[in-house]
């Protein structure tokens, strides 16, 4: 009796490569399921779709996914980490720029000094030198700029040496 999980291909002949099997279902229902988990763009998804034997010529919006993964994380990354994840999923350069012009500089503020509270809550420093250099580099690695991020360190300070005073 034949054992089901058992080929009778020759590996020397298909150069290791496992057959492929017939994709199950439509491209669709498959793309479906993708999204159902979260948000991709068309070359994430494109890529998923090929890797499981679909050949598909779908169109998807980039740009609504560009713009909902913006809105999603823009409340603790900055635009060029933004930007730099957006570039990875494959949105071309126009598609990253009119997704971040929805970014106003007071929101990049209010998050980054949201951010700048929570880190300060769980380990004050001194003065504002020590904040910027603790504090303020992860902000930097997050994406932020360096005016938004001094920013929001000069009005956590400001506000918790207000609270010590009161």
């Known amino acids: ?3 089901p999980g058992w080929s009778l291909r020759n590996p020397a002949l298909d150069g290791g490569r496992k057959a492929r099997a017939a994709p199950t279902g439509t491209a669709v229902d498959s793309g479906l ?3 159902t988990g979260r948000a ?3 070359v994430e998804l494109r890529r998923k779709l090929l890797r499981k034997g679909f050949e598909t010529d779908d169109y998807l919006d980039d740009e ?3 713009r909902a993964l913006v809105r999603r994380r823009s409340t603790n990354r900055g635009p060029a980490a933004l930007a730099a994840e957006l570039s990875a999923k494959g949105i071309d350069r126009a598609g990253v720029a009119t ?3 929805g970014l106003d500089g007071d929101a990049q ?3 980054a000094t949201r951010l700048v509270e929570r880190l300060y809550a769980a380990k004050p420093v001194p003065g504002y030198r020590e904040m910027l250099d603790s504090i303020g580099a992860k902000l930097v690695r997050r994406g ?3 005016a938004i991020v001094r920013a929001a360190c000069r009005a956590v300070l400001t506000g918790a040496s207000g609270d010590a005073e009161a």
């Open 1 to 3: 009796m034949k054992n």
């Open 144 to 146: 932020y700029s360096g």
């Open 99 to 101: 997704a971040l012009a």
């Open 109 to 111: 503020l209010a998050a």
């Open 40 to 42: 991709h763009s068309r």
């Open 64 to 66: 609504a996914f560009a």
């Open 33 to 35: 399921r993708y999204l």
